[in-house]
Each structure stands twice: as structure tokens, then as C-alpha cells.
């Protein structure tokens, strides 16, 4: 951290992540819905990214602190569902569904060739932040694989060439 982010006594000075008024409203009557507060944290992750553009750390500690639990939970919970946007997410986000249906339809080497493509290897964004290659469970997409989402659009029935039709179109 910069020294001119701390105060004389080493603390820091940079601001809290928090809500605006509108989106702190919205929080307040989602949590109604639910039981138990925490049950609201995936529909908070949304308003968090819907807010400030993706889920990062200070993203993470502001859900745990609305919710009321730590924030090392929302962290296990945002891990666990790649599709919240990350802070080091390309601009496009390519989820390529690896779950047993779409790899008995070609996953695993529709993956290996989009990773040639594109020059990365799965979880990794490229240099210029335009591409980020995702392996992912499930998309619900079972009977239409080898299937990927694209900034959660899907695309099913994927081939190689229909793989690099939709990228080549994003350049």
C-alpha cells in the first residue's frame, strides 16, 4: 500500500466499499424474502457486481458485513460460482462447460482448442484484457454440448469452427 493511502498512525485512509442509497433500499427489501439473512448472499454478489462492476476483495467484505457472516465464506462461495465477475476477468468471459455430457460430446478438446486460439490456458485473462478461458461445471446445457457461455450467453452445439466464428467476430 502507498504511504499516502495510511494515515500518521499507519492505518488506513482509504474508504469503505459501500451501497448507494437506491441499491442499499433494494438490498434491504431482498433480505425480507429470505429466512435467514444469509441466505441472501448469492442475490447480494449480484447487486455487488450490478454496483461496482465485478465482486472484488472489498466487494467480498461488504457482502460478508450486509449478510453477517466472515468475509473467508463469501470468498469460498464466490470461488465456487465462476460466474461472478472477478476483478481480473477479461472483457469477455468464455465458460466452457466441462461437466460429464458436454465432455462426452467433445468438451475436452473443444477446451484444448479454444486454449490454442486464444494463447491461454483455462482460468487464465490474456495480456491485453480482452479474453478470459474458464473450465466450469454445469451450465445446464446438458443435451446441447459441447456448450459454453460467452458474458453468459450461451452457445451450444459448439465445433471448432463455430468456436472461432464467435471469437473471431468479437475482435
Known amino acids: 500500500m502507498a504511504d499516502k493511502d495510511k494515515s500518521p498512525e499507519g492505518t488506513t485512509t482509504k474508504e469503505k466499499l459501500k451501497f448507494s442509497d437506491k441499491t442499499m433500499a433494494e438490498f434491504e427489501t431482498l433480505v425480507t424474502r429470505y429466512p435467514e ?3 441472501a448472499l448469492l442475490p447480494t454478489l449480484r447487486l455487488i457486481e450490478r454496483e461496482f462492476g465485478n465482486i472484488s476483495d472489498d466487494g467480498m467484505v461488504l457482502a ?5 457472516v466472515s468475509p473467508a465464506y463469501v470468498m469460498g462461495v464466490v470461488t465456487f460460482y465462476t460466474h461472478y465477475l472477478r476483478p ?5 468471459v468464455i465458460e466452457l462447460c466441462r461437466t ?6 467433445g468438451a475436452d478438446k ?3 482448442h479454444a486454449c490454442k486460439k486464444l494463447g491461454l490456458a483455462l482460468g487464465e485473462t490474456s495480456e ?3 479474453f478470459t478461458i474458464k473450465s466450469v461445471e454445469c451450465i445446464a446445457a446438458c443435451g446441447y454440448g459441447p456448450a459454453m457461455q460467452l ?3 450461451y452457445h451450444e452445439h459448439l465445433t471448432f469452427e463455430k ?6 467476430g468479437l475482435e
Do not use: H
Open 37 to 39: 439473512r444469509r441466505a
Open 163 to 168: 468456436f472461432d466464428e464467435i471469437v473471431d
Open 151 to 153: 458474458n453468459g450467453t
Open 100 to 105: 460429464l455430457p458436454c465432455a462426452l460430446r
Open 128 to 130: 491485453d484484457r480482452k
Open 110 to 112: 473443444l477446451a484444448d
Open 88 to 92: 481480473s476477468d477479461g472483457k469477455y
Open 64 to 68: 460478508a458485513e450486509l449478510i453477517g
